[in-house]
């Protein structure tokens, strides 16, 4: 019997057992990518990429990834498909997923990418929406264990926007089973509904407070695609939730720090940790190649793999 579509729409839409499978999988496939080893397991078969909003890291890494694993790439945008042109979602997925093997999808609202699943017949990856970005996620843990080691148990720190990578930080803090430690400016709380509360989740009114004993600190741009009218009210109610070296001398002295880029710095991180020895920001970009590569062979192919 055929087996059902996996879909990865956001993060909590694999086990921790898939989950840890393809970090493992992923750890492999960088080190044998790292050795130019051969390993095209996707040969013939085709990812469509449908972007909706600007992207430099999601764009090349699904990309160069598909080519590395033997499929080729198709990359769509809003302005140059009838999906500008109001064609139904429904509609783009029930043709798009006649004619490829994956579907990555970057839009705005989480539920037209739900929609758009509820009709392919082939599995869909979210590349960023409002409400989520899990591959970043994927990268992120994957960059804290391979510099310190399994996650579990460990406190990360959010510090900024209540946005669509902190909301996939609480769905990962659950999931694997780390402490996660979340400080938003008082007219910016955490949305209720993408917030599954429980003990992996704490919520501090300060950012200090938050860093205080992190393994790792991370934080995002104060205003995120999509709402760039609010931008001028955001730069005065984020003004304090800056990582700068206090924030970090908070955080164990091993604490890492991580941010999704792109970064803006003076804003919502300082040059001095950006550039510091605890970021780790360019691993975590290039981990965005590994994990996703892992990501479409498990999708496609399940465990069946070499
Ligand atoms: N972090 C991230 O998703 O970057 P891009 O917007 O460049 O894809
Ligand atoms: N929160 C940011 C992430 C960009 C990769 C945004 O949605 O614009």
Known sequence: MAQPIRHFLQFADLSTDELQHVFARASLIKERFKRYEFYQPLRDRTLAMVFEKAST??????????????????????????????????????????????????????????????????????????????????????????????????????????NNMAYTWIQAARLLGFTLHVSTPPSYPLDARLSVTGPHLKVFDLPLEAARGADLVTTDVWTSM???????????????????????????????????????????????????????????AENRLHVQKALMEYLLLGHEVT
């Not at 080729?72 to 006649?98: C, F, K, M, N, Y």
């Not at 009210?233 to 003004?239: G, I, L, S």
């Not at 800056?242 to 919502?268: K, T, W």
């Open 57 to 162: 890291r999601t764009r090349v890494s699904f990309e160069a990834g598909m080519y590395q694993l033997g499929g080729s790439v198709i990359h769509l945008t809003t302005g140059d498909s009838q999906l500008g042109r109001a064609e139904p979602i429904e509609d783009t997925a029930r043709v798009i997923s006649r004619m490829v093997d994956l579907v990555m999808i970057r839009t705005y609202e989480q539920a037209k990418i739900q929609r758009f699943a509820k009709s392919s017949r082939v599995p869909v990856i979210n590349g960023l929406t409002n409400e989520y970005h899990p591959c970043q996620i994927l990268a992120d843990v994957f960059t804290f264990i391979e510099h310190r080691g399994s996650i579990a148990g460990r406190t990360v720190a959010w510090i900024g926007d209540a």
């Open 226 to 284: 999509g709402f760039e009218s609010e931008n001028e009210v955001r730069r005065k109610a984020f003004t304090d939730w800056c990582v700068d070296s206090e924030i970090m001398a908070a955080a164990s002295p091993q604490a890492l720090f991580m941010h999704c880029l792109p970064a803006h710095r003076g804003e919502e991180v300082t040059e001095e940790v950006l550039e510091g020895p605890q970021s780790v920001v360019w691993d975590e």
